[in-house]
């Protein structure tokens, strides 16, 4: 479905929300939920909290159905809303530390993390997001994960156009570099070339 | 376009983000240099692997508690508009507990006496045993006067039953016989005095310590 598709459904379904359908509500809450889920939770890192954040935003977006701007595509005011709570939830972890054991130095910490190192590629990619910092993971996940539009990345994160494309760029550039030593791993792997033991 | 020029518009290239002269002067690049077809390849992977990224679902019965969480919602603004008439502004708890806040914060300030009230001890109980009792000390507040009387009061009131309690009830009505009031020259710091009928002595208690009452006898001259 292209995206001008896409956003004349949104809006005859939010125009119907505005009128009390709550089966268009439904549709929205069916259409949004997981896209949403899948940003939010990789920004938090917690099941639980991103679906808090993705009810929330849900709440909201029926609380404030009526001063929804017809001008605009859903898709960028559902998304503002949502990644507007994930990063004030981060603002808020900021300012409670919580200590993970795997923040704990020490050597059976390390090997403990190098033992869940996950083998396949995908979750390589997934773990290399994780560690992408917020501004480049956001950037990356909007554009290359939920394929928006440069345009609409730009109004979400409400920042210029020329600076989404240079952090989407820096966050390929940084997680094709992290990828790099797997892939060749992996390439090897499969050409079954002898692999030194610091590898395995 | 040299190497490095080309590299920094890889993805873009790769994604089609490029449009005429630009993504031409790509692609004759490509065709004759295989480090940058390499990087190319490597730049088409990491798109591949992002549209194979491990999806994460919401829970089974989210919309179910979503519709649940909007019926509270709906059912609260239904009843505050049901009570109200027609275009008076609805004003929602949310909105109006930090205004309450304000109002009551500023009430109690002011009954409290101002600022005079919150200057030297921390404790007005303690500053009162610490300090050498006199005449002036010993004015009558009448009760009721002031609502933060009344709070010393009360608090007066609950050291006097829990010294009952720790004497217990025979030895507490000894002490019963007639019950006074010190009035510091600060303003609200009632504390008990207690007279003992058969001495004629004063005796007036301040908290020492957490859960410790220091018993102490007001000076025979005053």
Redesign the interface.
Known sequence: MDKETEKHQDHELIRRVQNGD?VA??DI??RY??RL??VV??MLNS?QE??DI??ET??RV??HRQSFDFRHCFSTWIYTIALNLARNELRKRKRFKFFDIFDMKGSETEIAVEMVMPTN???V??RA?EGLPEKYKLAFLLR??QELP?EEVARVMNIPLGTV?SR??RA??I??DK??PR?EESNALSKGTLLPVSLL | MHCRRVRSFLSAYCRGELEGKQARAIADHMANCPACRGEEASVRDLFKLAEELPSTRVSADFNSRLLNRIAEARHQETRTKAYLPKGVPVFTVNRVAPVLAVVCFALAFVFAGGLGNFQGHDDPLMALGEAALDDSYLTVQPVNEHWAFQKQLNRATRIQDLMGRIMGQSSFNSFAGQTDWIQSRRPMIPVPVFIIPSTGSQHFMVPAQPETLLIREVNADS
Do not use: G, W
Request: zero cysteines; aromatic letters at 12%; a positive charge.
């Open positions: 709550m509500f439904n809450t069916d939920k997981d889920m899948n939770y990789r099941q991103a679906e993705v009810q849900f709440l029926y609380q590629l995908p979750q990619l997934d997001i290359d994960v440069y494309k989407v760029n390929r550039s997680l094709r990828l790099k892939r």
